[in-house]
Every structure is written in C-alpha cells, then in structure tokens.
C-alpha cells in the first residue's frame, strides 16, 4: 500500500467510525424517548423503506397497539405521536444499513483496486458478518420489550447491544490507525512509555467497566433518581445497595447499587487516566504519543462533567444522549493514545 492508498483507506475506515458514533447517539436518543419499540417487526431488506400510505402507517399503529408499552405509557396518543417515535426508529436502523453500505461498498472499491492486502480484506468481512450479527441483537434487545408488563427493553440485553456496538467500533478504529500508521514509533523512554502503557491499560479496562456499567444506569432508569451529588440524597452508600439476592445481583437490577457502582466506577476510571496522563507527562514520548495522552485527560474531564450534569438535571434526553456519545469518544480517545504507544510493546510491529 502507498502512502496515499492507506490515507485514503483509513479515512474510509474513520468515516465508519463516526458513523458508529452516530449510531451510538441515535440508539441514546432513541432509548431516552422511548422510541425503541415503535417498530414492531424486523425486516433487514425491506424494513429500509418506511410506510409511504395511511392504509400502511395505520397498519404500523395498529400492531404497536397491541404491546404493553402503548397500554401502559401511550395509551390515547393518535398516530402523529406515534409517528414522530416511529421516524427516530427507523432513521437510527436505517444509518445502520448505511454503514453496512459504507462498510460493503469501500470494501469492493478497494479491493477492485487491488489496495488492500488479503488480511485486512478477510478482516473487514469479518467486520461486515459482525455488523449483520449487531442488527440481530438490535432485534433481541427489542423483542425483551413486547412482553407482558413490559415498557422497555430488558437492561441485560440493551447492554449487550451497546457492547458489540463498541467492540466494532474499537476494532474498526484500531485498524484504521494501524493502515495510517503501519509502524510503531520510536519511543525515547522505553520503560517510562512501559509503564504508562500500563495505567493506559488499566485506565481503558475502567472505561469499559464504566460504560458497561452506564448501560445498566440507563436500562434500569437508575439515573432518574438520587439525583443529587456527590452524595445520594444524603449518604455516601445509599440505603438498599444489597437488598436482592444472589449479592451480584444488585449490580445489574437493584437501582441503588447500579447507580452507586456507576458513580464509583466513573470516579477511579476518572483518577487512573489522570496518574496516566500524569506518568505519560513526565516520561519522554513521542510528540503524538503526548499530545494522545493529554488529550485522553481532557476527555475524561468533559465525560466527568457531562455524567455530573446528566444526573442533576435528571437526564433530559440531549444530555443523556450527549454523555453516551462522549463515553465512545473518550474509548476511542484511549485507543489512540494506546496506539501511539505500540512501541512500548518490545518493538513489534504491526503489519496490515
């Protein structure tokens, strides 16, 4: 690959990256307005083109009409309601299509071009299958919220959505920066970069605990209440934290707990990047490798900000939205500056 072939790869790659970004802002936006169950069938083809007469959006309303969350929430709402739900669902599995367009047509163009090896061919299919398989869980998580009593999507399901979600994301992201830049760059401190490569290690293993952990505040509605900080309406630990049993279950079903461990997930993932940021500082690194970990500093500081502001004003939907972007944003901020530091890794180098 030339130079200009792997810029212009990897700028395709970054495009599908913001794309996932998006995704990750509509599914937000879509959850918080309680969009999510308006569409009442999967349809992967045909599901791309919405219902373009009455006879057809009366159809739509009528078999939303018949799941609990109409009932329960909705009831009485005439069919603009519905259909201003129904249009937030269907742009947000449409941009899903779009990025598998993205992803499928790059990859041809590409390939036709004889631009890519035979690795990153056979990766990015592997990408592309992946992609097909997050739809499908996009559709389990769905299908948890039409039964009896039920007004949402099961928290377990919504969190394994949101996962795979950002494990494409990663993968796509770490790919685009290794065609960009095929070669570790030399690190004039090789045990201080170790060991800042370390705590970033430990500091992204947190921000994935965090988000995880955020999925379950949002699938649970956690966030709605003890919305004061830093206390919870009064008290350090709130009361109720282990009233379910088996003990584990209170991390992803007893409000209290949930919220508490997001809290205290966020505050140690927020204090490891900055010993990161403050190892990275003091350590002689390459001027990318530097300007990625003061970076990674800043954004931990905004996500912080926008999660206190999220609870206080009890989650308005831009500001949930927002804040679970921005957690994305700051996981991808991480794994730029882990790529700036693949020299650390005893000189190895990486080959697309």
């Avoid at 030399?186 to 947190?206: E, K, S």
Wanted: charged share 10%.
């Amino acid at each position: 690959m030339t130079l200009r072939d792997r810029r212009h790869v990897s700028n395709w790659l970054l495009s599908i990256c913001v794309m996932l970004l998006g995704m990750i802002a509509l599914g937000g936006a879509t959850r918080l307005t309680g969009s999510g169950l308006s569409i009442m069938e999967w349809r992967p083809l045909t599901g791309i083109i919405p219902p373009l007469t009455h006879a057809q959006w009366e159809h739509e309303f009528a078999l939303y009409q018949g799941i609990p969350q109409y009932k329960i929430l909705h009831d009485g709402f005439g069919l603009a309601g519905f259909q201003q739900i129904f249009w937030l669902e269907w742009i947000h599995r449409f941009w899903g299509r779009l990025m598998g367009i993205n992803l499928l047509g790059g990859l041809a163009f590409f390939a036709v071009r004889r631009v890519l090896t035979r690795g990153l061919v056979i990766r990015l299919l592997v990408f592309f299958v992946l992609g097909g398989l997050q739809g499908a869980i996009g559709w389990f998580m769905v299908a948890s919220g039409f039964r009896p009593d039920s007004t949402a999507v099961e928290p377990v399901r919504l969190v394994l959505h949101l996962g795979m979600a950002l494990l494409l994301y990663v993968a796509i992201l770490w790919t685009a920066l290794s065609v960009r830049f095929p070669q570790p760059e030399a690190l004039p401190d090789m045990i201080g970069a170790r060991r800042t490569r370390t705590f970033l290690h430990a500091a992204l293993g947190l921000v994935g605990l965090t988000i995880v952990a955020g999925g379950f505040t949002a699938g649970t509605h956690a966030g709605f209440v003890f919305n004061t900080f830093p206390l919870m309406d009064g008290h350090l630990i709130p009361e109720g934290y282990a009233k379910l049993s088996p003990f584990w279950y209170n991390w992803i079903a007893n409000i209290p707990a949930v919220q508490f461990d997001h809290r205290l997930l966020a505050t140690v993932t927020a204090l490891t990047i900055g010993l990161t940021v403050l190892t990275g500082m003091k350590t002689k690194l390459t001027t990318r490798a530097h300007a990625a970990v003061a970076l990674l500093g800043w954004a931990v500081l905004i996500q912080y900000a926008l999660g206190v502001t999220t609870l206080l004003l009890v989650v308005p939907v831009w500001a949930g939205t927002v804040h679970q972007t921005f957690a994305a944003i700051l996981l991808g901020v991480g794994v730029f500056a882990m790529h700036t530091l693949r020299g650390a890794r005893r000189g190895r180098s990486e080959n697309i």
